[in-house]
């Protein structure tokens, strides 16, 4: 459906849990997060309930994230029952790729088409004081296995920080040579911990074209990522400017939290409790109406560098 802006908004974002097997020091607290309880992260069979009232309102494409979703028991149930509705043409995840390996054949049987795995070093060692707790090793076992399952392109969500990554940027370039893979490079968000190192570390995405001129800019019909290849190269490139470059005007999303609100604008703190209306789906489907339509025009992170959400990026999802 159109909101008030005339954006056409077909795209759904599900956080189904705040929870997450590592501590990334831009998204999480090294201590971990006050767990939410059990009963207040939405079942999912009501998450079933609500991707209904969505596919009844024009939304056609959903991504699980979290959180790492992969540690919830049951989500390939999950996708299966997403990908029998008609309306439904697209179901990707973002995932950490830790646990990913051992449950992507599984995953794309139940129709998972896609998966973005996060990952901001090559380095064994930085991959560790990045997320505090990563192995390296399997994520980049989950890339191959995605690879080999043919779900491709597999998507390597990269957060770019001067004086932490920025030294890598070639090597991730360079990886696109060979595989069928598109290296996203994300402008780092001054939202929750990320806030903490926005001053120090941000940078602009636009930087990689001056320092790799031989990026060719492709046809791509990403709303928010401009895609570049290296010439004959088997992948791709693509930056993400949320900052330098916000995509507003072209926003198609909206988010379901893990607790149960809906999300219309990452950045704004607007959420709507949909729990009340779970068992009535046609008051559901009226009150996602309203929150479609009612969607925030932009956000004011460019200026005032700080993203207004009261909840986090490991809340809501990214
Ligand atoms: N745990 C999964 C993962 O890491 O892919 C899914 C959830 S995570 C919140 C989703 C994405 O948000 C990841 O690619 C992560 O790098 C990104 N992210 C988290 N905090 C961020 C920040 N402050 N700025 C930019 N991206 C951020
Ligand atoms: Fe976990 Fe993803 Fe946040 Fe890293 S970015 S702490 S993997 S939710």
Redesign the pocket.
Known sequence: MLDNKGRTIDYLRV?LTDR?N?R?I??MPEEGIGKVCHQDIMRFEQIEKVITACAAIGIKKVRF?????LILKGIDKLIAHTSSMSSIKDISL????ILLADMAEDLKKAGLKRV???L?TLKADKFREITRLGDIGRVMAAIEKCMSLDMVPVKI?T?LMKGINDDEIGDFINMTKELPIQIRF??????????RYYDRCSMKVEEILERFPELVQIKDDSKVASVYKLPGAKGSVGLIT?ISCKFCSDCNRIRLTATGTIKPCLHSQEEINILPYLDDQEKLIEVMKDAVYNKPAEHHLETEKKSHSAKM??Q???
């Open positions: 956080s997450c590592l990334c831009y998204c994230t979290g959180g790492e979703p973002t995932t950490n790729g973005n795995i996060s901001d969500n957060v994300i402008e780092l968000m001054p939202i929750g911990e990320g806030y949320p990026m490991y809501i999802g990214g």
